[in-house]
DNA sequence: CGTTCAGTTGACTAAGGTCAATTCCCGTGG
DNA sequence: CCACGGGAATTGACCTTAGTCAACTGAACG
């Protein structure tokens, strides 16, 4: 698979799998460019395959019944995009995904992974910690919303990631912190 | 193991696994009756076990800087106990444990799965799913905080699990919710 | 009976929501 | 190059809800 050196760099210090695991994934993996603004996954259907973003900003957003938008995730370099809860579930997805940047991401389908595990158990043991890894950002954005006020959060989200404030509109960034684009610009006012 | 036949039944419907599987797994496990108002986990610790209720009622909580504590979870009947972040990546639990009334527990420690996984690779796809049930149920409560207001909270509780309201006392209902006694007590005057 | 602690209530404050108006930014077309 | 249009962001006025501190009530228990 064509991609460039640092891209297998981070997927193996991501993954911790050896470099000849790592190959092995990737014959199964396909690279997508997505344009700015695109559309990658709809909700109402089943999301059967999980992607790492190798370059660019997504966000995983939610449409309730009043038709506003709430942004569940908002994900850049490094990050896993998907359903993970569908992925494993079947059941059908509630979220929509979309690009903010052009973005390039890998992918793989769960029917990928189901092959390789029969193959070889050791896939199995890679799928528990993918599993893992799902449930501890699971945890930790659980933990953000319980114990920080939305300005504490927004402090957290500045010292934590102040690439995705430059990135990303922010009325996505409010939504992503539980409150209104009101709201985040006076808190912003008000932390100066 | 000595175990009225309905809580096998449970566990079976719970773990989705076959009778000669759960006898496996119940050889390795052990039940600890804890008295009500028990500690039965305190925190800096690393947290190498999961436990099931088999019935009664416990917290897991935080003490934070100024002494207060904070009801992270609240688990009755059939819910699993322990802190599996620390459970899976070895690092100390800042949570703590305690039972709120007597309480019987079916236990496994980290170690005999390991072994179990070793003498068969069945169990590593059981870990899988037990790993799976970790991220349903923290993506259930972080839906549950990124989605409703302290009183819709309350009103979910009260449909979902009207056991927890008579079981517990308020104080540590109103901390589960993420709101003060005094809060909670007006949401109950309110909603009338 | 008191003591103690959970729960309630009152008065006040602070923070976020709502609705509306305004300003800013940026791209497009004249 | 400038003017305009449209969406994003800000600001203002006002409302609602949760937090805080303190007083009070009530039930459990010795």
Redesign the pocket.
Known sequence: MLMIPSVREKLLNRLQISVERLEELLRVCFIVTHEKNEQIETNNRVFDRLGYIINGAVRTYYVNEKGEEISYLLQVNDDVIGDYASYITGEKSQVKIETLLKTEVLYFDRKSMEQLIQKDVFWLGFAKQISDLAFLSAKKRLDELFFY???QRYLNLLKKSPEILNKI???HISSYL????????????RII
Chains 1, 2 share one sequence.
């Open positions: 006020t939305p300005e509109p922010q009325k539980g409150i209104t684009p009101q709201s985040l610009s006076r808190i912003r006012k």
